[in-house]
């Protein structure tokens, strides 16, 4: 918030802004807790029947499918919870975000905002959705049909599989987050010099994130991936039709 507006705005209206974001952060908190739980309960039957569904040649009883790491199952596994976890709570952050931004909002600004909010909230898990049960299964249509050596047997990482698609999905939950936060930050008015506040640190946390959390399957393109999220959310951040004052 800029030096101006914060010297018009009487000390109790901060901190009543204050408490209800920290309650508000308080109720996603505790509904990532008990929806995780929920996932958790069903995650093993999920991950074994997106396994089953994909265009490898398994063998009858999965014999040509291993895994060589337990523990990164259980990663992965954990992994997935939270990333579920994440993904049903879009829509509450994003009606409780705005709900929290209406008031001071110009009716551009508002509309603005709704776009952003239907964009991280529903395109984003349908994104995710496609890549699951088809952009993965076109890949690996794609590998199966390049050929293989003759006589060399064929074996299949469970776990290298199923991170590639949890990699992509985490990537587009970072950037609908990021996305959020920056706009957030803009609406209210967190500039300095005619740039947003925290900006840079949101970025570079996002970028952080990414090439930290990507799997080594990715390795080689971790840097590109997280460098292309952080463009496009400061794109879309930046697009927004708020003044600025200074």
Partial sequence: MTSELADVLPNWD???????????????SFTLIIVCIFWSLSIDNMMTNWLSVLPLETGPNNENMSIYGPYEWLQLRWAAVILLGLLSLLPLISIQAYLFARPGLYPSERNWLISVLILTTTITPLVIFLIWYQGLTILFELSEASGRPDGVLVRYDASSIFSIGLALSWVLV?????????????????????????????????????????????????????????????FVSNSMPVRIIT
């Fill in 14 to 28: 901060i901190q009543e802004h204050l408490r209800e974001l920290n309650t508000i952060a308080r109720r996603i």
């Fill in 174 to 234: 970072i950037w609908s987050v990021t996305t959020i936060f920056l706009s957030l930050t803009k609406i209210y008015g967190m500039i300095n010099n005619g740039e947003i506040r925290f900006r840079k640190r949101l970025l570079a946390i996002s970028t952080g994130v990414i090439i930290l959390t990507l799997p080594i399957e990715f390795d080689g393109l971790k840097i590109m991936i997280a460098i292309l999220s952080a463009i496009l959310s400061d």
